[in-house]
């Protein structure tokens, strides 16, 4: 399975751009990299998904290098309510949540 | 919106007692999921099911079982609670290796 690392925690301001990086040095040739977000008290909400390259859709965008030992999400000015902790997948199959980032945006 | 549902929302039971969480879903999905997290803390993966009459375990050890007799319907049950199982217990669901959807989940507080 594809061992995921992310940064704990990160601090933003309203209307910065945020961009988390996640490490999957070993993902498998056939997996996709998804992230998700989660508040407190909820579930994990999809935020975008990605094979390489780049991705984007309404929420973030989600680049890939040719490698694909690494990912990047980028969240377009940040408003508070992107406080939350997000998490990146490197696989498609049994699906393993780790740690999660932190992301904090302040006023 | 996911058609994914829990219940109960929250339960508060004495030690010992045998507990069922219910977890349905609406969208046909062959894969479905069961999460328990500690406030603060992350997602651990307790029990997975590919389709009818397929369960495995996750990757942390619980003592909970599973079935999956029906592909919309993934029950799991303790059947002697104890306080070290306080914890919230979320659902999932998914469509081949597409994105999870998951449900509101069980607020479980054993006394």
Not at chain 1, 3 to 28: F, L, R, W
Not at chain 1, 60 to 84: E, G, H, N, W, Y
Not at chain 2, 28 to 48: A, C, F, S, T, V
């Amino acid at each position: 399975l594809a061992k995921t690392t992310q940064p704990i925690s990160m601090d933003s301001y309203e209307g910065q751009e945020v961009n988390i990086t996640c490490s999957h040095n070993n993902i498998a040739t056939n997996d996709y990299i998804t992230w998700y977000q989660q508040f407190p008290s909820q579930g994990p909400r999809f935020i975008i998904q990605g094979y390489k390259t780049k991705v984007t859709n309404e929420v973030a965008s989600l680049f890939i290098p040719a490698d694909r030992k690494s990912s990047t999400l980028s969240l377009p000015r940040v408003s508070l309510s992107d406080t939350a902790v997000y998490y990146c997948l490197g696989n498609t199959d049994k699906l393993i949540f780790g740690t999660g980032t932190r992301l904090q945006v302040f006023p | 919106e996911a058609d994914i549902y829990q219940t109960p929302r929250y339960l508060v039971i004495g030690t010992g007692k045998k507990i069922t969480l219910e977890c349905s879903q609406t969208m046909g999905h062959d894969k479905m999921y069961w999460y328990q997290q500690d406030p603060g803390m992350e997602l651990h993966l307790i029990h997975y099911s590919y389709g009818v009459n397929s369960t495995e375990k996750g990757d942390l050890s619980s003592e909970s079982t599973v079935s999956r007799i029906r592909t919309e319907h993934f029950p799991l049950t303790l059947e002697s609670a104890r306080p070290s199982h306080t914890s919230q217990y979320l659902c999932a669901s998914s469509e081949s290796s597409r994105e999870q959807f998951f449900g509101p989940g069980t607020r479980l507080t054993v006394l």
